[in-house]
């Protein structure tokens, strides 16, 4: 599944084309993805100028002169194409803008497309409890001491939860913990001052490397340029059960199952 790095990747290369452009023409090739699409959205959109791109969690969002936001979530496959050379059976929507040609590609359809008012964007359901971007000033060890406070659950567990920070998944949390020497399995209330202190950095670090690498590409991921990106081959942690730890300490990567999804740490350097 495209996570935040792959979000933000595809709105910064959207965005090289399509920020003040104007939108010549929407094309919807079927009714729906996961859910239909909005049944306004090619009266609303075509004509539209851009007036920014930007990201919130994993959605992207492209925002217009009309008041209105269209959002785009990925699922677990999709991708946008730029000037593809042949049109596929999987562009669901195509967008032509600034001489260009902009396919969302998604085989299985998890994927989605909304259209919002600009103004209310605050108040749309998945956005409405998420708690701070990741990257940005919110995310801070005194917010992370708050939502952790008593709590037994799983330090991995509270940081996958939208409603304590916006975005992460589970990747990007394997290697951060890493990063900040915290065992995953810790009870979040019990993770301490000092360890905090390590993993917001260590988050901002993971996610900033992935950004610039151009995302993971697992499986169906690819930069809206078709190039893959490859932060993969900077993983600690993640998928490495097995191997031995990459700091030399004698420890070798362990994997464990929390919430029906699997965690990569290593027992000797993180506690």
């Excluded at 009870?187 to 001052?193: D, I, T, Y």
Aim: net charge positive.
């Amino acid at each position: 599944m495209p996570e935040l790095p792959e979000v933000e990747t595809t709105v910064r290369g959207l965005a090289r084309y399509l920020d003040g452009a104007r939108i010549e023409r929407v094309q919807l090739n079927r009714a729906d993805m996961r859910f239909p699409f909005p049944p306004q959205l090619v009266q609303t959109l075509t004509g539209a100028r851009i007036t920014g791109l930007c990201r919130r969690a994993k959605y992207g969002l492209i925002h217009t002169d009309r008041d209105a936001t269209m959002i785009f979530h990925l699922g677990m496959s999709g991708r946008w194409r730029i000037d593809p050379e042949i049109a596929e059976k999987h562009d669901h929507l195509v967008l032509e803008a600034a001489g260009h040609s902009f396919a969302l590609h998604d085989p299985r359809r998890f994927g989605f497309v909304d259209l919002v008012d600009t103004a209310a964007l605050e108040s749309w359901p998945a956005f409405a409890a998420m708690g701070p971007e990741p990257l940005g000033p919110g995310l801070t060890a005194d917010h992370l001491k708050a939502a952790f406070d008593g709590r037994r659950q799983a330090v991995k567990l509270l940081l996958l939860d939208q409603r304590v920070v916006a975005g992460l998944g589970n990747i990007y949390v394997c290697e951060a913990l890493f990063q900040a020497r915290i065992h995953p399995g810790k009870a979040a209330g019990k993770v301490s001052r000092p360890a905090l202190a390590r993993l917001v950095p260590a988050i901002r670090a993971v996610l900033e490397q992935s950004i610039s690498d151009g995302g993971s590409s697992l499986r169906d991921y690819a930069r809206p340029d078709g190039e893959l990106g490859y932060f993969a081959t900077r993983f600690q942690v993640y998928g490495r059960e097995g191997q031995p730890c990459t700091r030399e300490d004698g420890g070798t990567v362990r994997r464990i199952v929390q919430g029906g999804r699997s965690t990569w740490y290593c027992p000797v350097c993180q506690r």
